[in-house]
Each structure stands twice: as C-alpha cells, then as structure tokens.
C-alpha cells in the first residue's frame, strides 16, 4: 500500500505528520500452526530523494490499544473493524495525531486538545455516526485530562450537543462513587 502523510508547514520548513496504523489479521488458524511464534516483517520506505532528510521508524504499540472501549478501537472483534469505525472519507480527525510538543502531564495541553475535539464534533461529525460515538470518548477523556477533579473543581461548560455519556465518562463518574 502507498499512503501519504499530512504535512506540517512551519516558516521555511516542512516536516511530515506521524501516522497511527492497525495491522489485524482476521480469520482463524488450526491451533497446531500457532505453537510456535513466527514474527512479523513490516517495512516502511521513503523515495530516495527525502532520504537524507528523515527515516521511517516504526514503534510498537501496546496490544490493550486494542480493547473494546478504547480511544483507537471500539471493539475487540475483528469482524467489526469496518462498521465499528465506519464513516464518511470526507471526515477527517483533524486533532489527530497529537503534536510531538504534546505533553501529557500538562493539563493545558489536554484543555487545547478537548477544545479542538469538541470543535471538530460539533462542526464537522454527524452525531448518527459512529465516528460521533468514538469522538465523545476522546472529547471526555481528554475533558478529565485537561479537568482532572471534573466534576468537583472549577471546569468550563462543554458544548451542550455533546452528552455526558459514553463508556469513558460513564465509568470515570462511577468512580466518583467508591
């Protein structure tokens, strides 16, 4: 496959967006083929000619990524990958991927992203979609991230055409309660 990255623009420089991608392999195997673990060759490559700027590098995620309910897969099952983040091409997540200046222990950083979120869901998603879904989630968790005493605290209101719902939030405002 050929794909191309977004391209960020700053001053006389430009430099090439990180991408996320998922390797799945559906279907099943006999079980006696599975005994042994044979690896997995993956290769990435650059045209020559920007090789003396950059190397693809390749970095593994963690497996748990791709548990039901988290912020890159709804759903462990393989068969659902395409209706579970099913949506128009036109879409796009234009808060994703996060800055290479992202901090993640920096709460104005998580406030930047949930406002950009939050934005993007109310201007550009279809709230019927499952893409709305799976952009609550992100917008809650990166809301908590931003506001970690949210709901005690001092926190700014959200817009109200997201609801305070979804698996993220739901189980974070449980938690209140233990």
């Not at 709804?74 to 209706?83: A, R």
């Not at 997540?93 to 950009?116: C, E, G, R």
């Not at 709305?132 to 990166?142: E, H, K, N, V």
């Amino acid at each position: 496959s050929t794909i191309y990255p977004g391209i960020h623009y700053q001053d006389n420089y430009a430099s090439l967006q990180p991408m996320c991608l998922t390797v799945c392999f559906p279907g099943t195997f006999p079980r006696h083929l599975l005994k042994r673990t044979d690896p997995i060759c993956i290769s990435v490559s650059i045209d020559e000619e920007y090789g003396t700027f950059t190397t693809p590098v390749i970095e593994v995620a963690a497996p748990d990524l791709r548990r039901h309910g988290s912020l890159l897969h709804g759903s462990g099952n393989s068969d659902n990958v395409n209706q579970d983040m099913s949506y128009d091409n036109e879409t796009t997540i234009s808060f994703l991927p996060l800055p290479p200046s992202f901090d993640y222990i920096n709460q104005a950083d998580w406030q930047t992203v949930s406002h950009k979120i939050q934005e993007w869901l109310t201007t550009e998603v279809d709230a019927e979609s499952s893409l709305w879904t799976w952009g609550c989630d992100a917008f809650w968790l990166t809301f908590v991230g931003g506001y970690p005493s949210f709901p005690l605290g001092k926190w700014p209101m959200w817009d109200p055409r997201i609801p305070l719902e979804g698996s993220f939030i739901e189980k974070w405002l449980e938690h209140l309660n233990d």
